[in-house]
C-alpha cells in the first residue's frame, strides 16, 4: 500500500475538523428532532466569573429586620426587594440600600391573613403574589402591602414551588395519589390553574412507610427570556429544554465529580430541618454515599444558564458552579457562596447562611472575565 501524499493528509485532517461531532469541547447530535449537547469539564474561559458581594439584608438582631425563615424573593424596577419570610408570617420590603421599608401580613386563616409564605412572585400588572404552603392558597397584595385577593388551592392535594412566566401561566410541583402511591407531578397551569401539559411524574415514597432520600425529590426548573423551560432532575447532571407549549428541544450534559457526603454535611443538613410534631421526618432520613449532581439552577436575563453544584472550595459555605451560554457551551465556572434566586440586570439575588449561621439575603455583581466575548 503506497503512503499518502502530504496533501492527502492535510485533506483528511481538514475534512476531519470540518465534520468532527466534537467542537470545543462539546459533542453534538440530534436525535428525533432534539438536539443532545454533551460538555466534557473544561469551560471556555480558565478564569472563572467573580460574584462581587454588594448588599447583605436581614442581618439584624431586630426581629422586625431581621429574617427569621426567608423561603422567596423578588425586586422589583425599582429596586426594592421583597421576601418571604416564613417563620414571621411576613412580606418584608427593603430598599435597593437594604433598609427595612416595610413589612405585611400576620399569621391567620382569614382573608389576606398567612400561614406559611413560601414564595412571591411579581404578576405582569406589577401585583406581588404570595404562595401560602401552609394554608394551600395564593394571595394578592399591592406592592404596598394591601390585600387585593386570593384564590383557593383545595381542589388540589397538594401545589407548591409556584414559578411565573411573563403571561401569567406558571409552573409548579402538584402531589398526585394514585392506587395508594404518591407522586410528584411538574405541570404549567394556566392563571385560572387549568392544567397546559405535564413535564414529569414521580413517585414520592411515604415518610411514614419506610426512608426518604430527600435529594431524589429535588427537582429544578426556570423559564428564560422566551419562555422556554429548563428543567433538571437530581439523578443526573442533565438540563432539558421545552418550549412554551411543551415540546422538548434541548438537552444540556456535563461530566461531573463526585463529592461524598460526609458526617459533618448530614449533621449540617439535620440542623437546619424545621422541628415537627407527631412524626419526627429527620428519622426517615437516609443519605446516598455522594451527593447529586446538581443543587441549584438559574437563568440570567440573558439566557446565560447557571449549575450550582456540590463541589467545595476551600473557603467555609463555597461551592462551584458551572455557566453554560443559551446554547448549551460550557462557558465558564465561579467559586460563590450565592445561591442565584432572582436577576435583574447584571446582578444576582441570593438566599443563603452568613458567617454566623443565620440566613440572609445578599445582591451580587456578577463581573465576566471577557464581557465582550460572551
Not at 501524499?5 to 466534537?22: E, K, N, S
Not at 458581594?53 to 421583597?82: F, H, K, M, N
Amino acid at each position: 500500500m503506497r503512503p499518502l501524499r502530504p496533501y492527502m493528509l492535510v485533506t483528511i485532517f481538514l475534512i476531519g475538523v470540518l465534520f468532527c461531532p466534537v467542537l470545543g469541547g462539546q459533542k453534538v447530535r440530534t436525535v428525533k428532532g432534539v438536539k443532545i449537547i454533551e460538555n466534557n469539564d473544561r469551560p471556555v474561559w480558565t478564569k472563572p466569573v467573580v460574584f462581587e458581594l454588594e448588599l447583605t439584608v436581614g442581618a439584624s438582631d431586630d426581629p422586625e429586620e431581621g429574617l427569621a425563615q426567608p423561603l422567596g424573593l423578588v425586586v422589583d424596577e425599582a429596586g426594592y426587594i421583597y421576601v418571604a419570610d416564613a417563620k414571621a408570617a411576613k412580606i418584608k420590603v427593603f430598599s435597593p440600600k437594604g433598609k427595612l421599608v416595610r413589612s405585611f401580613g400576620q399569621k391567620g386563616q382569614g382573608p389576606g391573613e398567612l400561614g406559611m409564605p413560601g414564595g412571591v412572585n411579581l404578576t405582569s400588572d406589577g401585583r406581588l403574589m404570595v404562595e401560602d404552603v401552609l394554608r394551600r392558597k395564593i394571595i394578592f397584595f399591592s406592592r404596598e402591602g394591601k390585600f387585593l385577593e386570593e384564590k383557593s388551592l383545595a381542589t388540589k392535594l397538594g401545589l407548591v414551588n409556584l414559578l411565573l412566566d411573563k403571561e401569567g401561566n406558571f409552573i409548579a410541583r402538584e402531589i398526585v395519589v394514585e392506587e395508594k402511591k404518591m407522586f410528584f407531578v411538574i405541570k404549567k397551569f394556566r392563571p385560572d390553574l387549568s392544567e397546559v401539559f405535564q413535564l414529569d411524574k414521580y413517585e414520592f415514597p411515604n415518610p411514614l412507610q419506610g426512608k426518604i432520600n430527600l435529594f431524589n425529590l429535588a427537582t429544578f426548573y426556570q423559564f428564560d427570556s422566551r419562555g422556554n423551560i429548563l428543567y433538571a432532575k437530581n439523578d443526573r447532571y442533565e438540563i432539558k429544554y421545552y418550549s412554551p407549549q411543551g415540546k422538548l428541544f434541548q438537552v444540556v450534559k456535563k461530566k461531573y465529580k463526585k463529592v461524598k457526603i460526609t458526617k459533618k454535611d448530614i449533621e449540617e443538613i439535620l440542623a437546619k430541618m424545621p422541628t415537627t410534631q407527631g412524626v419526627n421526618i429527620k428519622e426517615s432520613l437516609v443519605f446516598s454515599e455522594y451527593f447529586p449532581p446538581i443543587r441549584a439552577l438559574s437563568v440570567d436575563p440573558a439566557d446565560r444558564v447557571y449549575v450550582g453544584i456540590y463541589e467545595k472550595g476551600r473557603r467555609e459555605k463555597e461551592s462551584w458552579m458551572d455557566i453554560f451560554s443559551p446554547q448549551g457551551k460550557f462557558l465558564a465556572r465561579s467559586l460563590t457562596s450565592a445561591t442565584p434566586f432572582y436577576w435583574q440586570g447584571d446582578r444576582v439575588f441570593s438566599i443563603e447562611d452568613n458567617e454566623e449561621g443565620y440566613q440572609v439575603v445578599r445582591r451580587y455583581l456578577v463581573r465576566w472575565p471577557n464581557k465582550s466575548s460572551h
